[in-house]
């Protein structure tokens, strides 16, 4: 197969400024170049190539949309760009830049001290130091309101209590952005270092979705923190969604770099495979799924671009978000499905990259707000109606 | 150190080169344009010279229409300081001889104490630019070199060109011509930061007139271009296993004559 040629099938290109074209240029050559030799073999292993996490650093990826502090500060539209051509590669790959530009550095840029962002910013921009974050628990996910982990003030600062799950870069971190509530029922925000005592990692193993990631539980028993380790501005769940806003953007224009990898991939491998004497791509049934993912591609290509566009002016809406990443992922785990399906027995193996993204994808439709969950958000947007559904009991 | 680099902007190694409808040319339509490989070396050891010495000046120039901004554009993402684009229609058919003309006025105006190009372009694949360079200035030239050190005091330069069998070292006195072979280095990937700044750097236009080129008409024009034939259609030998083999030798013995 050819190498990625990208999905444009509306001329996108002349709606890119100059810089963004060659933002995504620069991050597509450094994926084919850098992680697509190495994503199989940490797919199968069932690990990250942490390695590359300084090079990412080098490259500029880590907190591109921020100012200050060493990072890049460049528009949405490009560090969306960077999101697609990085889940091109793999949904891992993405995941490790997303949580640690939108997860780890925004909340610190966001809602830090000046002591904590000169201390983490630049490392966490170099790729020097990684970040985690910390607000899923094993028995609340899409409800982290109810969150059971306390930190309960002390003389000197404060002490955690409580477990986190389901957190990429969980072991490898050296610090933790960990989300918990105070005796005032309020939550926060804390920065808790690695080796901090009290504080331990365990891996989750068994993945069959991003694989090429790691997930962790972070576990805190009596871990005690600095009074200066807690994120001073901001107050309530608030502070998390404002984090993982910044995330599914990013995750929205993501899910369009995978699917963009299977229809590439699909549409080749279909004009080359030959069955009863002619390419398959022949197949006016194999033709309906290739045209089904070049008219979602293009239509989700469209949605994530003025989305990106109001993120710039400034006119964004969280619930705009919802929307894109509910439809984005779905339609790449729906392309994927299609992809696999058109490589028959191929589409099996990960000698091809689909079952690795349509796997992948699994998560994506999960976290940061599964499909549903988004699905409730434009729901009560359009509605003016709630329809989460009170606590029973 | 005042270094210029030479760099032509060629289609992506990934198209699928069509000729259009005038037979002189290539459809251009849906074409990614990259800077040749070969010049990104020769970009990425201009730099390393500046980057080792602490100090110099890196210019990029190219010949071409509009679109060459982008490929400039990116040699300056990679850490070039400056960009001059010879853009001007009256050029639009240059011949290495016209393309090298251009190019050594630029020199002169820059007067640089080393220019470096690729060993060719990859579009078509002429490889004569350099040598026609350094002819026009006069001054030594050394093609395809797999390294090269300049002496502290910027006088000299030592290279190393791969031939048959082994390298071959010599030096040469500065200002000269050198021209960029795989394996001189490792082009680095333009950073983030590096594109945002590339915005903020000057690219200098030039037309045929600012160079005094008096005559811009090329010596070498092109007739016409044609496609290698299409392949013909493969043949599949049905029948029973026993008597397809036979049919496969005397096909491969007596109509493709390779057995
Ligand atoms: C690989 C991976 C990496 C992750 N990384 C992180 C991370 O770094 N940090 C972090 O904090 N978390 C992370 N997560 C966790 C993720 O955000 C949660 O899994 C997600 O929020 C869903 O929570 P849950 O798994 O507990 O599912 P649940 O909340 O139990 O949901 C189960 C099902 O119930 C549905 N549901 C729930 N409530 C409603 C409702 N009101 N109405 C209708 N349907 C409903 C959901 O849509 C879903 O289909 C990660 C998850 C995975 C798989």
């Known amino acids: ?393 | 150190m005042k270094i210029l680099v030479a760099i032509k902007q060629v289609p992506d190694t990934a198209t699928q080169v069509k000729i259009s409808g005038d037979p002189k040319a290539i459809e251009t339509s849906g074409i990614t344009w990259i800077i040749s490989p070969y010049d990104e070396f020769a970009v990425e050891e201009a730099l390393r010279i500046k980057e080792k010495r602490g100090q110099g000046d890196v210019v990029a120039v190219s010949l071409g229409p509009d679109r060459v901004k982008e490929a400039l554009r990116s040699a300056l993402a990679m850490g070039a300081d400056r960009a001059v684009h010879v853009n001007d229609p009256a050029l639009a058919g240059a011949d290495t001889l016209l393309t090298a003309r251009a190019l050594a006025a630029v020199v002169k105006q820059e007067s640089p104490a080393l220019v470096i190009c690729g060993r060719q372009a990859i579009d078509d694949d002429m490889g004569a630019v350099g040598a026609q360079l350094a002819e026009l200035l006069g001054w030594p030239c050394a093609s395809w070199i797999m390294e090269e050190t300049v002496d502290a005091d910027a006088k000299t330069v030592r290279v190393g060109r791969q031939v048959e069998g082994g390298l071959e070292v010599f030096d040469l006195p500065l200002p000269a011509v050198l021209s960029a072979q795989k394996g001189l280095n490792e082009p680095r990937y333009p950073t983030l930061k590096g594109i945002m700044g590339a915005k903020k750097k000057e690219i200098k236009d030039v037309k045929a007139a600012d160079l005094a080129l008096g005559d811009a008409a090329p010596q070498l024009t092109v007739t016409t271009l044609e496609a290698l034939p299409p392949r013909p259609p493969g043949r599949i030998i049905q029948g029973e296993v026993k008597d397809a083999v036979k049919e496969l030798v005397r096909a491969l013995r007596e109509d493709a004559k390779v057995i």
């Open chain 1, 1 to 393: 197969m050819e190498k990625f040629r990208g999905v444009d099938y509306y001329g996108m290109e002349e709606l890119l400024a100059e810089d963004e074209r060659m933002i995504r240029d620069a991050v597509r050559d450094w994926v084919e170049a850098q992680f697509v030799p190495l994503v199989a073999e940490h797919h199968r292993a069932g690990t990250f190539p942490v390695g590359l996490i300084p090079k990412l650093g080098e490259l500029g990826v880590f907190g591109a949309s921020l100012k200050g502090y060493g990072c890049a500060g460049l528009s949405n539209v490009a560090y969306g760009l960077i999101m697609q051509e990085l889940e091109r590669g793999d949904s891992g790959l993405r995941s490790c830049a997303s949580v640690q530009s939108g997860l780890v550095m925004y909340p610190i840029h966001a809602y830090g001290s000046e002591a904590q962002k000169e201390r983490w910013l630049p490392v966490l921009q170099r790729g020097e130091a990684v970040g985690c974050f910390g607000l899923t628990e094993p028995d609340h996910g899409s409800d982290p309101g109810a969150m059971k982990t306390r930190a309960r003030r002390t003389a000197d600062g404060y002490v955690l209590n409580g477990t986190k799950l389901w957190i990429t870069n969980g072991s490898i971190a050296d610090v933790a952005v960990v989300w918990a509530k105070e005796d005032d029922g309020e939550i926060y925000g804390y920065l808790v270092e690695r080796g901090t005592p009290g504080f331990g990692t365990l891996d989750i193993h068994g993945k069959f979705s991003m694989r090429a990631s790691i997930t962790s539980e972070l576990s805190f028993q009596d871990c005690r923190i600095p009074a200066e380790n807690k994120l001073p501005n901001v107050k309530g769940l608030r502070g998390p969604l404002g984090c993982l806003n910044q995330a599914r953007y990013g995750i929205a224009w993501g899910a369009v770099g995978a699917a963009m990898a299977c229809y590439d991939w699909a549409l080749q491998y279909a004009q080359q495979r030959v069955q009863f004497g002619r390419p398959i791509a022949g197949f006016q049934l194999v033709q309906q799924k290739l045209v089904w993912m070049v008219t979602e591609i293009t239509k989700a290509q469209l949605l994530v671009l003025q989305l990106g566009r109001l993120k710039d002016s400034g006119r964004l809406r969280p619930q705009q978000v919802s929307l894109a990443k509910r439809n984005n992922v779905q339609m790449a785990l729906d392309g994927a499905r299609l992809a696999r399906d058109i490589l028959g027995a191929a589409g099996i193996v990960d000698e091809h990259p689909i079952i690795r993204h349509m796997l992948n994808l699994e998560t994506v439709n999960t976290y940061e707000g599964t499909h549903d969950i988004h699905t409730l958000i434009v729901g009560r947007d359009i509605t003016g109606l709630d329809a989460f559904g009170a606590a029973q009991g």
